[in-house]
Structure formats: C-alpha cells, structure tokens
C-alpha cells in the first residue's frame, strides 16, 4: 500500500477499526494530529473524550522552540498521549518518523492488523500540503500468514519504539506491573504484538541510527543485493549540508558515490531545493560539480511544494526509464547529521529508513511523481542559489523540563484515593504541590496516597516544582478511562437517547453541538402532582427496560464486548437526579429486570454474562436502586 496523501495512514482497513497507534515524529501540530487521529477512530473529539480511551501515544523531538514550550496537555487532543522527553545530550535530535498502528474488529477488540509507516514527513499540514514527501506503508493481518519480510519489518520497528521510549522517554506507569498498566495499555499490546511477529534470520528493511548511522547500514544492504552495476544514483534531500568557507563537494557527496557498485559512466543526480541548499550552494555556483547534475525538483501537481524527503535510488536508466532500482526513503537527510551519526554520539541525530527493492519500470510520469525528477525542470540561476537554514540540528539547545509526577490513578481499594505516579530519577527533595478542580494547591511527598472523597473525580492534575513551574498531567479513573467526566444529561429523554446512541456513529455523521436543554423532572408536592410524578417514572421505568432490551437483543456478537464498555460508561453518567430519586421512592430497580434471560442479548458467553451483571449491579448500587 502507498499512501496517496499523508493522512492516508490512519484510515483503517475495510470493516476495522483504529485500536492504538505509537507515532514518532520531530514536530506535530495540534491540527494535523487532531485530524490524524479523527480519522484513526472515526470519531470526534467529544466522542472520544465520552469514551476515555487513550489510543494513540505521541513521542516528539524534546527540544524546546519558540512554538513549543511543553507536550500537548492531556484533553488537548481527546485520546491522544504525549510522553514527556527525558534529558538527553542537548545536540542531539529526534528526527525519526515513523508509525505503527493496530486495528481491531471492534472499539473494545484486541489487535488483528498492523500497519508500519516509514515517513520523510513531520505530522503538520506544512508536510502534507506544502512539500514533496515520501511515505512506505506495509500492511499485516495477524490472522492467517503473512510475508515474512513484512513481518521482520514490523517487529523491527515495534522494537525501535520500546527502546526509543526507553532511552529518551519517561513511560507512564513504568515502575508499575504490567497488568497494572491502564494509560499505557494499549501500547502494551501494540508492541506485544509487534513483537510476537519477529521471524529468526532475517533482516529486516527497517533501519533505525539508534546505535548505527544510517550510511553504513544503507551501503551494506545495497552492496549486498546489487550484483550487476547500475548507471543511475539519484539522490533528494530536503537539505544537503551545512556550509564550509571553500566552494567543494560537500563530504556526504562522496559518501553516496561509494553506496553501491556502479558503472564507469553513471549518472549522477541530485535534487536541491536553491534556496535551501546549505554547502551545495556555493559548490553548485563554481561551476565543478565533480560529475554530478545538480537539478531543481520537479513538482507532476504544480503546487509549487518544496521538496523534503529524503531519499537515494541506484538503478538503471534507459531510453527515460528507470528500471531494477533499491531505494532509501527515510528521516535522515543526505548529511552528515542526517546518515553520518546516531543516537548515541552527543551530535548525533535518532533517524528512521527503509532499503527495498524496486522492481517496477518507472516510466518518465512515474518519475516525476515519485521521484520528483523531470528534465522539463527550471534550470537554477546562479542568483537563486541560498544557503538556507539548518534543517536537521536542535534550533534551541534547552529540553523540555518534565514534570516530578507524570500521571495518577484513582483507586478504590481500601478507600477512594489517589496514587501518584512520579517520574522514576525523582529523588523527591524539592517542594512538590497539586491540585485540581475543585481543591487549591498543596504539598505531596514521593509515597503519598492522596485521599478522596466520594463526589471527587478529578480528570487531570495540576503539577507545580519548586521554580512554580506549572505542568497538567493526565488522571486514570478506577474503570481504566483518561481524563473522563460522566456526561451530563438535563433530561431523561436526552440520557436514553445517550445510551441507545449504539454503535457509536462515525464522526462524519454527527457533530459535537450541545442537544436541547429541557425542563427536566420537576418535582411537586400535591397529591395529583405525586401521582403523576409516580406514573411517569412508571412509565419511564419501562420505557427504558423495552428499549434497552429491544437494542442489546438485536446487537451481533461482534460488538457484545463494545456494548458492555458503553453501557458502563453511560450507565455512570448522571440521568436526571430526581427521576432517579423517584425510581428509589418507589422501589422500581430497572436493573433487576435486565437481568433476565428474555431481556438480555442471547449471544452473551460466560464471561461476558458475568460482565454485564457487575454493569447493572454496579448502576444499581450507584443509583441507589438497592
């Protein structure tokens, strides 16, 4: 699978849905992710802050910028969690990008298919809309077989993402046992399932410069696999070099000549942007170009976008096509920076690859849009070259500063409280306060069980150090829900049609206005008014039981678990007090009625059955129905 346009990736296959999703990038904006994920859960943001599920983790460069002095606080993009950046050596970057995804059948399912996304792109609308950019997607079902390349592939890059998040990362809920694990879960299962996949003996096309740079790894999987010298290396790059005070070959040029074996008269080429040309610029106007063609890229739309990937194709090139290729698409600039170091060295940069074959004959059309590569280019005027800006080193040498306490959860064993979660190199000596809506500020120590009483649910925390920097960090309830506040319902009508709202629409099919208010339940202290209020909770009482029945009843197997998570949830939001006050005047437990056989699903197994009687009696005993 190609991705036609970037947001492409997190469509998820035919008749799936999005399960969870680890995307590494050195930038993102709040606009393109927000989209990004809408289209990864088919859902809005109100819809996926009523369901409290965390499905997509986040991990960016941790630099400090003018545009960005903190990650996205948790709510900001409902169902979205960024993990705060370690401190590492302040030169070195997280230039990677890449994603890997899990679908499921359905919203409460366990993952069965993957998705690796090897991008040249950041997650912003600049790299979607505004510059030429590559992306290699590889699609896995985990039911049935699967190409064993695919697999090494994915498993590959599922162990990037543990040891990137490892080294570079605070994880959430690190210190905790696995089975613990409730913001983090579904990352837990993404990667396990990365994971499970790994083949013995075999070389995955995923790189990663970790531990490598990623020329070396470039030129030994071309020297490998190329037995028949090629006569083409065409090269791109969204920025080449920084500059030097002398008009020569920039060193990395060099380093591309020996990545294969090619024949005495190759050709070749490389793409550069003129006004970002960085070293390139001053070679290109002293005329010697050592036997390289240095081209303007080719735009097949003319949407005048500037070209950012990254890539280097050895092939052959006859009569305008070009045939028998191996490709590298990936994070890392042709630089020194950018394929010359790792992540290790102090400036060094974390980038992301993939080599692969291309068998294909590319036409000169499929030249110029996929390798952005056309003779019919404007030539570069000696005036247009610029040296341009640096495009793969740390613009700001600060790391964003984490917070002491990276999250909480509320339990509920012995009694309500709260159990922070601090950042595991806190050795706990300076002054740590929180707070949260509805309690001011106050002091906390490392192993301090925060007592809560019944009407607090706090659904974020509020974190000050000693220097009064502030930070917001997200709050786990006791059902496994981030950041989740009951929904409010004025009427009863408006709460039944809530809970009936099954399947939950896909977004492009509602939208996130407020519903009609309404009166409401009014109370009455006449004797007709008694009776008319005991008739309507009657009527009430049964309306609910038949509808509810009539729905579950009819509901296929397949979305039984996702049904049980919504009735839970909408079971806990708050339907009309005083309705609610009137059904325990009266003794009318709507409860006990679903529980019987001809009211609930058929298709029910045992442990699912045994799922839904702890829903109702669970609703019931909030309720006070018993």
């Known amino acids: 699978m190609s991705a036609e346009t970037l947001l492409d990736i997190f469509v998820p296959p035919e008749g799936l849905v999005g399960h969870s999703a680890a995307l590494v990038a050195m930038t993102g904006t709040e606009d393109f992710l927000e989209e990004a994920v809408q289209r990864f859960t088919g859902l809005r943001p109100r819809q996926r802050a009523e369901l409290g599920n965390m499905l997509v983790y986040l991990m960016l460069d941790g630099h400090e910028s003018s545009s960005r002095r903190e990650v996205f606080p948790p709510g900001r993009i409902p169902g979205l969690h960024e993990f705060q950046p370690r401190e590492v050596a302040p030169g070195s970057l997280l230039h990677a990008k890449v994603a890997l995804l899990a679908f499921a059948a359905s919203r409460t399912g366990a993952p069965v298919h993957l ?93 990663h410069s970790l531990h490598r740079p990623l020329y070396d790894q470039i030129r030994e999987r071309l020297r490998s696999a190329i037995e028949k010298p090629r006569n083409l290396l065409l090269c791109g790059s969204g920025f080449y070099e920084e500059p030097s005070t002398k008009a020569r070959k920039p060193a990395v040029f060099g ?66 096509h070009v045939s028998n290729g191996w490709l590298y698409l990936g994070s890392g600039n042709l630089s020194r920076r950018g394929i010359l170091t790792h992540g290790g060295m102090a400036e060094g940069n974390v980038e992301t690859g993939v080599v692969l074959s291309v068998d294909e004959r590319l036409d000169g059309e499929a030249i110029e849009r996929w390798l952005f590569w056309s003779d019919e280019a404007e030539a570069v005027g000696d005036e247009e070259w610029a040296i341009g800006q640096v495009g793969d080193a740390p613009d700001w040498q600060h790391i964003l500063e984490a917070p002491p306490i990276l999250s909480a959860t509320i339990e509920t064993a012995p009694s309500r409280h709260l159990r922070l979660l601090w950042r595991e190199d806190f050795l706990g000596e300076p002054r740590v306060r929180i707070s949260w809506t509805g309690r001011d500020w106050f002091d906390v120590k490392r192993g301090d069980e925060v007592a809560l009483q019944n009407d607090e649910s706090p659904a974020a925390l509020n974190v000050s150090g000693e220097s009064d920097r502030r930070w917001v960090v997200p709050v786990v309830d006791a059902a496994g829900r981030v950041g989740w506040q009951p929904p409010r319902f004025d009427t009863y009508a408006d709460a039944l049609a809530a809970l009936l709202d099954f399947p939950i629409r896909p977004a492009e099919a509602t939208d996130d206005g407020d519903g009609d208010d309404g009166d409401g339940v009014k109370g009455a202290v006449t004797d007709a008014a008694i009776e008319q209020e005991k008739s309507y909770a009657l009527h009430a009482a049964a309306e609910f039981v038949e509808k509810v029945a009539a729905l579950q009843a009819a509901l296929p197997e397949s979305m039984l678990d996702d049904w049980l998570d919504h009735l839970d949830r909408m079971f806990r939001a708050s339907f009309p007090e005083p309705l609610i006050a009137t059904w325990r005047t009266h003794r009318l437990d709507v409860f006990a009625h679903l529980r019987e056989p001809e009211l609930r699903s058929p298709h029910l197994t045992d442990k699912q059955r045994i799922r839904y009687f702890e829903v109702l009696d669970g609703a019931a005993r909030a309720w006070g129905l018993r």
């Not at 079902?141 to 990037?160: K, M, N, T």
């Not at 890539?311 to 052959?316: H, L, Q, S, T």
């Open 115 to 207: 998705r690796l996304a090897v991008l040249t792109a950041n997650y912003t609308y600049t790299s979607a809309r505004q510059q030429l950019e590559l992306v290699w997607v590889v699609d896995l079902s985990l039911v049935g077989s699967s190409r064993v390349e695919d697999r090494a592939d994915v498993a590959a890059a599922g162990a990037f993402v543990e040891t990137l998040l490892a080294r570079r990362f605070h994880r959430d809920e690190q210190t905790l046992p696995l089975k613990e694990h409730k913001l983090t879960a579904r990352l837990d299962m993404l990667l396990a399932a990365a994971a499970s996949l790994a083949p013995a003996h075999r070389k995955p096309r995923f790189i």
């Open 255 to 320: 380093k591309l000549e020996e990545l294969g074996v090619f024949t005495t008269n190759v050709r070749r080429v490389a793409l550069v942007e003129p006004g970002e040309a960085g070293a390139v610029a001053t070679w290109a106007k002293a005329g010697d170009t050592d036997g390289w063609e240095v081209h303007r890229p080719f735009d097949a739309l003319e949407h005048n976008r500037r070209l950012h990937a990254k890539f280097v194709y050895a092939g052959y090139i006859r009569d305008g």
